[in-house]
């Protein structure tokens, strides 16, 4: 008999056995076995286990065709109408265009063009502080001056107060906008946007600051047609947006 | 404005319809007794067979309708109208006073004035046959409101679609992708996927 067939043997014998030891004995080989197997199987899942693919967030935009684009006069905050969204970047940016107010006419006061500028740009409630071009978010500041600035550089916005053109950088700031036809993809020169005031909004998916969509934005913008005769003429006169009286049937002096 | 007439024993009045027919032309009826000429228009007179229903007047801007009818339209004329639709056309009425022994409009301030100033809104038409010649003339009822009413009741402005926008600009697709974006849903930062 060799060495090892003795040990079969005593193994054999030990597990065949009717007493205490030989129970202790089989019950702790079987946890035994069984603990390996169990370990064997969670090894099997760990050596399978990848990140989690990243599945983004469903975003549904409320635009409609019913939406009417307001007429503001003098100062005014609004959120605007929603009129195109665009998802570019390997869905990694999306671009979010409204329209503000129609662009209003000549002032009688002085027969000066009416300007529509951008004060404040809000972000859910947040002012947006920009960089020096007027377009890149730097912080978004909160009622008390808290500044949050880990969203920096991934939100843009670019202001528009004339057509697709018509590029302006709110107040207090400097800087070119391009036009919004080179902002937005898969825009073209013929997206004039002819005589309206609005704005792009750009947003890139940042999981780890939770930048993962667009903010309620609210614009406060201030018409230079403020005063009531000016207000009064101005809709009274305009084809586009007044009643059209023709200009002929109005005293203005 | 109020009229002088304090000067004159006697007076006629008149009223003269100009209505502005799109793509046809001018119509000049009065039902004054001779045909008379306001501002270079020579209007064609009719007398009776021109009605003009009631207007109110007075000094605030008011809403108001007004009928015109006219009688007495050869049957031959009937396709003519219905081809250049009154609808929509522009219309005033303006009374003139004159002098019924001259027959010409009194040279005072503010005569003749402008009693009505709208638009065309509805037209109907009514056939009168007379059996003894067997034939048939017509009577066209012009419905008329006034531009108050039509500002009251004019919508204008822009809404965020692509036919309000074209309307206004026909090379303008700003407004194109509005219908698409309505309720849609965007997978934002989940990779892969063409770009929307």
């Known amino acids: 008999m060799s060495f090892v067939d003795s040990l079969l043997n005593i193994g054999s014998s030990l597990f065949s056995g009717g007493g205490l030891g030989s129970n202790i004995l089989r019950t702790a080989v079987t946890g035994l076995a069984l603990n390996r197997l169990t370990q064997s199987t969670n090894k099997g899942s760990d050596s399978s286990r990848t990140q989690p693919e990243e599945q983004g967030v469903s975003v549904q935009t409320t635009a409609s065709t019913e939406n009417k684009i307001p007429v503001l006069y003098g100062r005014a905050v609004t959120g605007g109408q929603l009129f195109d969204v665009r998802m570019s970047n390997n869905n990694n940016t999306m671009h979010y265009c409204y329209v503000l107010s129609e662009r209003t006419g000549t002032q009688i006061s002085n027969s000066q063009a009416s300007v529509i500028s951008f004060n404040n740009i809000y972000w859910s409630g947040y002012k947006l502080n920009f960089q020096a071009d007027g377009i890149t978010v730097a912080s978004l500041e909160d009622l008390q001056g808290n500044l949050r600035t880990n969203w920096a550089g991934n939100i843009k916005v670019w202001c528009y107060n004339n057509g697709s053109t018509g590029g302006v950088v709110p107040v207090g700031y400097s800087g070119t906008v391009p036009p919004a036809y080179g902002v937005v993809p898969g825009w073209q020169p013929s997206w004039e946007m002819n005589q309206l005031v609005f704005a792009v909004v750009q947003v890139n998916y940042v999981r780890a600051f939770n930048l993962v969509g667009i903010g309620n934005m609210t614009f406060d913008i201030e018409n230079t047609m403020r005063l009531p005769g000016d207000v009064l003429y101005d809709i009274s006169t305009n084809t586009r947006y007044g009643a059209g009286i023709p200009a002929t049937d109005i005293k203005a002096t | ?196």
């Not at chain 2, 007047?57 to 339209?73: H, K, N, P, W, Y």
């Not at chain 2, 048939?136 to 204008?156: P, W």
Request: proline residues 3%.
């Open chain 2, 1 to 196: 404005m109020a009229l002088d007439l304090s000067s004159y024993r006697a007076v006629q009045t008149a009223n003269f319809v100009k209505m502005v027919i799109e793509d046809y032309g001018n119509i000049l009826v009065s039902n004054a007794q001779v045909s008379q000429t306001i501002s270079g228009d020579v209007y064609t007179n009719i007398g009776q067979l021109l009605y003009i229903s009631d207007s109110r007047s007075e000094i605030r801007a008011l809403e108001q309708s007004v009928t015109v009818g006219i009688s007495g339209i050869p049957a031959g004329s009937v396709a003519q109208i219905l081809d250049n639709n009154p609808k929509g056309s522009a219309i005033t009425i303006r009374q003139a006073f004159y002098n019924p022994t001259t027959g010409t409009i009194l040279s005072i301030a503010g005569n003749p004035l402008i009693k009505f100033r709208g638009i065309v809104t509805n037209y109907n038409m009514t056939e009168e046959w007379d059996n003894a010649s067997k034939t048939a003339s017509f009577t066209i009822v012009l419905e008329c409101t006034s531009l108050i009413t039509n500002i009251l009741e004019k919508v204008s402005g822009r809404r965020t679609n692509d036919a309000d926008q074209q309307t206004l600009y026909p090379d303008d697709l700003s407004m194109s992708r509005v219908s698409t974006i309505t309720r849609a849903q965007f997978q934002f930062g989940k990779p892969g996927g063409a770009a929307v």
